[in-house]
T-cell receptor, first 114, second 113 residues
């Protein structure tokens, strides 16, 4: 059974640009969550999607957005990139995203903003 | 107060010793608790989950949960150099609802050969 797949794995962008990251969850998983990980802040929750609907959102500015497609695949977009957006972006999937459901992480997308 | 607190370490233990990793959380309604291991440059991988008070054992790993004290711990017996990693405590703060798993900063464990 394939795990969570994230693309691209590594990317470098310039300040002011935008970026789109993609995530394919484990087959059968309908909940997709996104996290940002930085050395100083640790893993921070961005948002969670289930059945193409955003159910939860973390404390990030509106520049961070996402969506989920009918096949449960998800994308997140960051517009007007800032240097501080340099981080590892992790996608995680779970069966139904309910309390108690285990979340499984992809390998992550390393974003560097220069 | 952070929702999930961990000592960032590093915690250094000699090979073969017991490593004890601790975590406290603020939301009393939390129902599910997870421990993830993250090697440098890699994504977190699930080690254990625990829902009920008490101990849960899986091989060399034991998770302990005390909801009254809002405390979760992970014990690693017979620590090996390959256990050297950052251990993330994760808590689902939404009782009975949808998940918004919150992570601690992680404790860096160093097992000295």
């Amino acid at each position: 059974k394939a795990g969570v797949t994230q693309t691209p794995r590594y990317l470098i962008k310039t300040r002011g640009q935008q970026v789109t990251l993609s995530c394919s969850p484990i087959s059968g998983h309908r909940s997709v969550s996104w996290y940002q990980q930085t050395p100083g802040q640790g893993l921070q929750f961005l948002f969670e999607y289930f059945s193409e609907t955003q159910r939860n959102k973390g404390n990030f500015p509106g520049r961070f957005s996402g969506r989920q497609f009918s096949n449960s695949r998800s994308e997140m977009n960051v517009s007007t990139l800032e240097l501080g957006d340099s981080a590892l972006y992790l996608c995680a999937s779970s069966l139904a995203g309910q309390s108690g459901n285990t979340i499984y992480f992809g390998e992550g997308s390393w974003l560097t903003v220069v | 107060q952070k929702e999930v607190e961990q000592n960032s370490g590093p915690l250094s233990v000699p090979e073969g010793a017991i490593a004890s990793l601790n975590c406290t959380y603020s939301d009393r309604g939390s129902q599910s608790f997870f421990w993830y291991r993250q090697y440098s440059g890699k994504s977190p991988e699930l080690i254990m989950f625990i829902y009920s008070n008490g101990d849960k054992e899986d091989g060399r790993f034991t998770a302990q949960l005390n909801k009254a004290s809002q405390y979760v711990s992970l014990l690693i017996r017979d620590s090996q150099p390959s256990d050297s990693a950052t251990y993330l405590c994760a808590v689902n703060p939404i009782s009975g609802g949808y998940q918004k798993v919150t992570f601690g900063i992680g404790t860096k464990l160093q097992v000295i050969p």
